[in-house]
C-alpha cells in the first residue's frame, strides 16, 4: 500500500460501539494486530495502547481537538473512540511514510497489574451476571446468555470469582490462566493482550516510542507546539480510589514467583518488542 498525505487515512472505525467496537476486540483477541490511530494534524499520530497512560494521553488529545474534558460524566475513552483509525499492519507502516507516530510501551507486568486493578473486579460471578442482565432483553435471554458463557469458560478450565474473593489470590490466578481468562472475557481483554497487538511488529513505523515516564514531556510538547492551555494533570483513578476499594490496592510485588514466571513467558513479544525498538530507533527522547 502506498498513501500520499492528502489521501483519506485508512483503516476501520467505530460508527457503531455496540458492534463495531467489540468486533475490534474480538478479532483482536484472536491475534489479529490493529493499530489504533489518532491523528495529530497532517502529518503526526498517537498509537494508543489500553493501559499505556491512556486516558491522560486521549483526554489531552481531544482537548486539541476543542472538547470540553471538564463536563459532567465525560469520559476520554468513548470520546475518542469515533476518532480513532484502526489500522492493519500495512496500513500503519503506509501512513508512517508521511506521519511522525509515537506510542507509549509500558513494562508489561505492570500493564498487566494495571489492568488488574481496573478491571479484575469484572471477573467475579456479580460482576459477570450484572452484565449479561444488563445486555439481556429478558429472562430467557439472560438464562441463554448466563448458559453460553458456563459453557465458554467451562471449555477454558476456569469459572468465574466469588464475589468476596482475595483480590491477591484472583490477581494471580488469573495470571496464571491469562490466555483462558481473555478468550473468555471480552472486556478483560483489550487491557490485558499483548502490547504489540496494538502496536504492531515493526517499531520503525514510529518516529519515537516514549516510555510512561515520558507521558508528562509528551504533553508539554503538545502544549507549546498546540499554544493552547491545557489541562496536563496525569490520570490516575486507581490511586484514588485505593483507600476503600481491595481492588484497587492491587501491587506488582504481591504475584507470586509462579505468576511471575507466567506472566514473562506471555509478554515475551512485547519485550522483544522494546529491545528491537531500542536498536532500531535509538534512546527514547519526546520530539
Request: charged share 20%; hydrophobic share 40%.
Given at each position: 500500500?502506498?498513501?500520499?498525505?492528502?489521501?483519506?487515512?485508512?483503516?476501520?472505525?467505530?460508527?457503531?460501539?455496540?458492534?463495531?467496537?467489540?468486533?475490534?476486540?474480538?478479532?483482536?483477541?484472536?491475534?489479529?494486530?490493529?493499530?489504533?490511530?489518532?491523528?495529530?494534524?497532517?502529518?503526526?499520530?498517537?498509537?494508543?495502547?489500553?493501559?499505556?497512560?491512556?486516558?491522560?494521553?486521549?483526554?489531552?488529545?481531544?482537548?486539541?481537538?476543542?472538547?470540553?474534558?471538564?463536563?459532567?460524566?465525560?469520559?476520554?475513552?468513548?470520546?475518542?473512540?469515533?476518532?480513532?483509525?484502526?489500522?492493519?499492519?500495512?496500513?500503519?507502516?503506509?501512513?508512517?511514510?508521511?506521519?511522525?507516530?509515537?506510542?507509549?510501551?509500558?513494562?508489561?507486568?505492570?500493564?498487566?497489574?494495571?489492568?488488574?486493578?481496573?478491571?479484575?473486579?469484572?471477573?467475579?460471578?456479580?460482576?459477570?451476571?450484572?452484565?449479561?442482565?444488563?445486555?439481556?432483553?429478558?429472562?430467557?435471554?439472560?438464562?441463554?446468555?448466563?448458559?453460553?458463557?458456563?459453557?465458554?469458560?467451562?471449555?477454558?478450565?476456569?469459572?468465574?470469582?466469588?464475589?468476596?474473593?482475595?483480590?491477591?489470590?484472583?490477581?494471580?490466578?488469573?495470571?496464571?490462566?491469562?490466555?483462558?481468562?481473555?478468550?473468555?472475557?471480552?472486556?478483560?481483554?483489550?487491557?490485558?493482550?499483548?502490547?504489540?497487538?496494538?502496536?504492531?511488529?515493526?517499531?520503525?513505523?514510529?518516529?519515537?516510542?516514549?516510555?510512561?515516564?515520558?507521558?508528562?514531556?509528551?504533553?508539554?510538547?503538545?502544549?507549546?507546539?498546540?499554544?493552547?492551555?491545557?489541562?496536563?494533570?496525569?490520570?490516575?483513578?486507581?490511586?484514588?480510589?485505593?483507600?476503600?476499594?481491595?481492588?484497587?490496592?492491587?501491587?506488582?510485588?504481591?504475584?507470586s514467583s509462579e505468576a511471575l514466571a507466567a506472566l514473562e513467558r506471555f509478554y515475551a513479544a512485547d519485550w522483544a518488542f522494546l529491545e528491537l525498538a531500542q536498536q532500531q530507533l535509538g534512546a527514547w527522547q519526546a520530539a
Open positions: 500500500m502506498q498513501l500520499q498525505a492528502h489521501d483519506l487515512l485508512p483503516g476501520c472505525r467505530v460508527d457503531d460501539p455496540a458492534c463495531d467496537w467489540a468486533q475490534i476486540q474480538l478479532q483482536m483477541r484472536e491475534g489479529v494486530q490493529l493499530s489504533p490511530l489518532l491523528p495529530l494534524g497532517g502529518d503526526a499520530g498517537l498509537v494508543w495502547v489500553p493501559k499505556n497512560g491512556c486516558s491522560t494521553l486521549k483526554r489531552v488529545w481531544l482537548q486539541l481537538q476543542g472538547a470540553d474534558c471538564q463536563r459532567p460524566g465525560f469520559d476520554p475513552h468513548s470520546a475518542a473512540l469515533p476518532f480513532t483509525h484502526w489500522l492493519n499492519p500495512d496500513e500503519l507502516r503506509a501512513v508512517s511514510h508521511y506521519r511522525f507516530l509515537v506510542a507509549i510501551w509500558r513494562d508489561p507486568i505492570d500493564r498487566f497489574v494495571s489492568a488488574c486493578r481496573s478491571h479484575l473486579v469484572e471477573l467475579t460471578t456479580a460482576a459477570i451476571y450484572a452484565k449479561l442482565r444488563s445486555s439481556s432483553p429478558d429472562q430467557s435471554g439472560f438464562e441463554n446468555a448466563l448458559r453460553f458463557h458456563d459453557e465458554l469458560f467451562a471449555g477454558h478450565g476456569v469459572h468465574s470469582f466469588a464475589d468476596d474473593a482475595d483480590p491477591v489470590d484472583v490477581m494471580n490466578q488469573t495470571a496464571l490462566q491469562l490466555p483462558a481468562w481473555i478468550a473468555c472475557h471480552i472486556d478483560w481483554s483489550h487491557h490485558t493482550i499483548p502490547q504489540v497487538s496494538f502496536l504492531g511488529g515493526d517499531p520503525r513505523c514510529y518516529r519515537t516510542i516514549l516510555g510512561m515516564e515520558q507521558i508528562d514531556a509528551l504533553m508539554a510538547h503538545w502544549s507549546k507546539a498546540s499554544g493552547l492551555p491545557l489541562d496536563l494533570t496525569p490520570q490516575h483513578v486507581s490511586r484514588e480510589q485505593a483507600s476503600n476499594n481491595p481492588w484497587r490496592r492491587l501491587r506488582r510485588d504481591q504475584l
